[in-house]
Structure formats: structure tokens, C-alpha cells
């Protein structure tokens, strides 16, 4: 195991490190979808028994997939958070040994331990499963429109709004988990120190992509010990549960995630000029319009959006509880919006 509860047994990080990774022919399978496959293929020493290409995250699709699935001992994940999670169910559900090559760092699944699934379109967190190794291939990675990769900073950033919701909770006596200051500075020390490498996540170099996969690690020194996600997760997830689920689709994790940032560190209060203006020096897309999320769509999630929270309990207690959304703070915020 890596230095701390990282939930990354080992790693390898450097340009062409997939090409050095020993596999046992026949012995494995990959799950993955047809770019990243195609750019991850002639990398790979081995061949692997099997190919799974993602089809959704629906819990029905995954069984049949997995009832489908050959015998193996290892399975690899290849592509971006779909990908990785399919790897994981499989993994977690047979006991098998989990390898995790990122093809993009939109989303933060190659180093979190359960695996993001969909009920009815509802998003549900299951299992439990430690990349050996984590492959960090800098070049692979690369052969992602940049676009994709900036996006996984949208999880780091999460913690600016997620922290102040959990801040919110504790000081109302309303924390689901025993409220520690201590990991609330921890988190926005990794904040700081991501929003620090701007230059380089926007390039895209090694040391920016390391930025963002270091900054996921150390995200899980804090809240695999605490047993949950607090200061990581909170009301800029929320309105993205509530868009997938009344949309019927997926979107880019750290895309959706950046415009529930901009929205809820305004309802927050909350530096939102700061970070807005970070995303865009950094690149990130938060807009609706790069989501295809029509204004009247987004109107209607932020209206719905604390009768969403009160209807399902494994919601934390954040701003939407505590600073009604109303139809004139709607059209001010979302005047600042390109639909």
C-alpha cells in the first residue's frame, strides 16, 4: 500500500508505464469502451482473455455482464469512470485482483473504492476494491482531448463547496458524522495546493496530471479513515444526482460537477467569483451549454432541488436545507450561464 489509507495498493506513474505492465496471458480481462481500447491495445504485452465494452451503468446491465464474464484472476479497467467501474464491480463481486489505467481523469474512480452504479437512473456507491496497480501513463492519458482531463479537477474543487456544507451541518447540529475540523483544513489544503498547478492542469504536462491524481489520493487519506466523503461531496453532487436523474443520462463527472459549483458556492455564499474565475483560467467546461442542459431543464433541478434532498435519506444536510432557492435567485444565477 502506498503511503497512507490512499486505497491504492501500488501505482506507476510515467510516460509508456502501461507498456511495462506484466499481465498473465489468457488470464485476464479488460473492461473498457472503443476509443480508449484503441489507443490502450497496442500498449499492452499480454492479450487478454476477454473484452467487455461498457454499455451503461443500469444494476441489470452490470449483472449480465458480469454473468457473462469469463474466469479470470485480474481484471482491468481501462478508459474513464465507467470503465473503471465496471472493472470494479467485476473485481468486487468475484474477489479478483483489480488493475486501473485511467484513460482520462475526469472523475476521481480509478482511486475510490466503490463502484458507481445506477438503479432506475439513481446514482449508488457499492463495494469495496484497491487498484494493484493504479497505471498512470502520462502518454496514454494524453491521447484524451484535453478537455476530458482538466475535468478531474472538478472533484478537487468539490471540496470548496463541500466543506462549507459540512461546516454548515456541524455548526447546526445537523452532521451525520462527527463533525472534525481538522479534516476540513486538510481538504482545503489540497485545494490550495491544486489550485496552486493551474498552469500546468491547464497544459495538461506530467506535473499537472500528477496534480490531479495525487490530490484524489490524498483526498482518501481523509475520508477512507472517517468512512465517508463529506468534505468531498455535498450540494455542487446534489444537483447533478437531481440533472442525471431527471435528464436520463450521464455527463462528463467533472463537467456537471463545475456547474453545480458555480451555482451552489453562489446559493453558499461562498467565494463564487474566486472559483468561477478559476475554472475558467483553468479550462474547466461547466457550462450548460457544453452539456447540452436546456435553461428550462436546469430551472426546473434547482427549483426541485431541496424537495429532491428531503425525498432521499442518504443525502447529507448542506446549503439546500437551509437557504431556499427561489424563482428570482434562479434567473439572477443563471443569467451568468450560456444555455
Known sequence: MIEGNTNVRSARFGAGSLSELDLDPGNFLVTTMEVPWRHAEPRLKARPKAVLFVENMEIETLERQLAAAPVVDTVVGIGGGQAIDLAKYIAWKRGLRLVSVPTILSVDAFVTPAAGIRRDHRVEYVGQTSPDPLVIDYDLIRTAPPELNIAGVGDLLSIHTACFDWDLAGRAGKSEYPFRPEDITHARAILADTMAKAGAIRACTD??????????????????????????????????????????????????VGLGIHLLSRLQ??????????????????????????RGDLEASLLNLRSYVAGRRDLWHTVINEREITPAWVNEALATLRF
Not at 222 to 236: D, F, T
Open 207 to 256: 506535473e499537472g496530471l500528477r496534480a490531479i491524481v495525487e490530490g484524489y489520493m490524498r483526498v482518501n487519506t481523509i475520508c477512507l479513515p472517517a468512512g465517508h466523503y463529506r468534505v468531498e461531496e455535498g450540494s455542487e453532487h446534489y444537483l447533478f444526482y437531481e440533472l442525471e436523474e431527471r435528464l436520463q443520462r450521464s455527463f462528463i463527472h467533472g463537467w456537471i
Open 269 to 294: 455564499e461562498n467565494r463564487h467569483a474566486e472559483m468561477v474565475a478559476f475554472m475558467d483560467e483553468v479550462g474547466l467546461r461547466y457550462q450548460p451549454a457544453d452539456m447540452e442542459i436546456r
